[in-house]
């Protein structure tokens, strides 16, 4: 009975995913799409009422080399936005040169745009993929608050990131599944969906 089992799973595996087949090969299109958890926001000694989104985020991947069975090189584009805000509660400078002794709400929000290379690395016949890679992108910050005339409210600045990933796959379909990924941008842990596009 358990012999017969055993050829039945492995038949509708292979009905799936088909002999030699790999999640990520040669001319594969990933879509991730989820959110980050995690990271490290300044909001000076005295701040309260400090609240913040999650780092939502969506990257694509596409394969165009392959260099063995089951490893391949991607490149993709990625993009992400992460908001938060925080109440200050005592004197402030005004761009009318004078000082107001009021409460603060400031938010911060931080736009990327990147692209990032990797290597995966795809189990035969199996829904998972392994992969790491570097980022490489573009940030745009802007700083608000409730007082307009706040010398600083209205800042925004641009400059260049990297980093560095780790990541996994797995396809509960052959064309839907979940990833999760650490170690790089405004959060250290990412999660959400993948859909495999081609």
């Given at each position: 009975?358990?012999?017969?089992?055993?050829?039945?799973?492995?038949?509708?595996c292979?009905?799936?995913?088909g002999?030699?087949?790999?999640?990520?090969?040669?001319?594969?299109?990933?879509?991730?799409?989820?959110?980050?958890l995690?990271?490290?926001?300044?909001?000076g000694w005295f701040?309260?009422?400090?609240?913040q989104?999650?780092?939502?985020?969506?990257s694509?991947?596409?394969?165009?080399?392959?260099?063995?069975?089951?490893?391949?090189?991607?490149?993709?584009?990625?993009?992400?936005?992460?908001s938060?805000?925080?109440?200050?509660?005592?004197?402030?400078?005004?761009?009318?040169?004078?000082?107001?002794?009021?409460?603060?709400?400031?938010?911060?929000?931080?736009?990327?745009?990147?692209?990032?290379?990797?290597?995966?690395?795809?189990?035969?016949?199996?829904?998972?993929d392994?992969?790491?890679?570097?980022?490489?992108?573009?940030?745009?910050?802007t700083?608000?608050?409730?007082?307009?005339?706040?010398f600083?409210?209205?800042?925004?600045?641009?400059?260049?990131?990297?980093g560095?990933?780790?990541?996994?796959r797995?396809?509960f379909?052959?064309?839907?599944?979940?990833y999760?990924?650490l170690?790089?941008g405004?959060s250290?842990?990412?999660?959400g969906?993948?859909?495999?596009?081609?």
């Open positions: 009975m358990k012999k017969h089992m055993f050829c039945l799973f492995s038949l509708i292979f009905s799936i995913y002999q030699e087949n790999y999640v990520f090969k040669n001319k594969s299109a990933i879509l991730n799409a989820g959110f980050g995690g990271g490290y926001y300044g909001h701040a309260s009422g400090y609240s989104l999650p780092y939502i985020n969506a694509l991947d596409y394969s165009f080399y392959n260099v063995d069975k089951g490893i391949d090189i991607g490149l993709g584009a990625y993009t992400g936005f992460v938060w805000s925080y109440r200050y509660n005592g004197v402030y400078y005004t761009k009318s040169g004078v000082y107001k002794n009021s409460k603060l709400v400031q938010r911060w929000s931080v736009f990327h745009i990147g692209f990032r290379p990797t290597i995966h690395y795809s189990l035969e016949d199996t829904p998972l392994i992969y790491g890679g570097l980022m490489l992108g573009y940030g745009i910050a700083y608000t608050s409730s007082d307009p005339d706040y600083y409210s209205g800042v925004s600045y641009t400059r260049l990131y990297w560095l990933l780790a990541g996994a797995y396809f379909k052959p064309k839907f599944g979940g999760l990924e170690g790089y405004y250290f842990l990412n999660l969906i993948s859909l495999k596009l081609k």
